[in-house]
């Protein structure tokens, strides 16, 4: 679901884990939107107080899009989603986590963790 304004109320810090790869596949509900996931990243930035940061976790891997279910991140999508955002610190990543499908447990899709803070 994508983020929700809270009156004027700003945050030091959000997080998200295994949320914005959902937005606008439909699955919860939501209307259809290709862009769904890289609109609700930018509405991610009014939450926040200057200097705040957003830990994220998304699935990793080659570029897909598993319609209605999620997305992965490859090199090109990824680059989108964090467009603005600064990486302050990442954890988890390996020099191939881009080139192959690394999956974690049970075949879940692989998600390392991002700090970010808005540009």
């Not at 954890?91 to 700090?115: K, R």
Request: one cysteine or more.
């Amino acid at each position: 679901k994508q983020p929700q304004e809270v009156g004027n109320q700003k945050f030091d810090v959000c997080f998200s884990i295994s949320s914005y790869e959902h937005d606008g596949l439909g699955r919860y509900g939501d209307p259809l939107n290709p862009n769904g996931d890289i609109e609700a990243m930018k509405k991610t930035k009014d939450l926040l107080h200057k200097g705040g940061l957003l830990y994220l976790a998304v699935p990793i891997g080659v570029d897909k899009l598993v319609f209605n279910v999620h997305r992965v991140y490859g090199k090109n999508r990824i680059e989108k989603l964090l467009d603005n955002w600064e990486i302050v610190d990442q954890f988890g990543f390996y020099d191939d986590s881009f080139a192959n499908n690394v999956n974690g447990l049970n075949g879940t899709p692989y998600q390392p963790l991002y700090i970010l803070r808005p540009q």
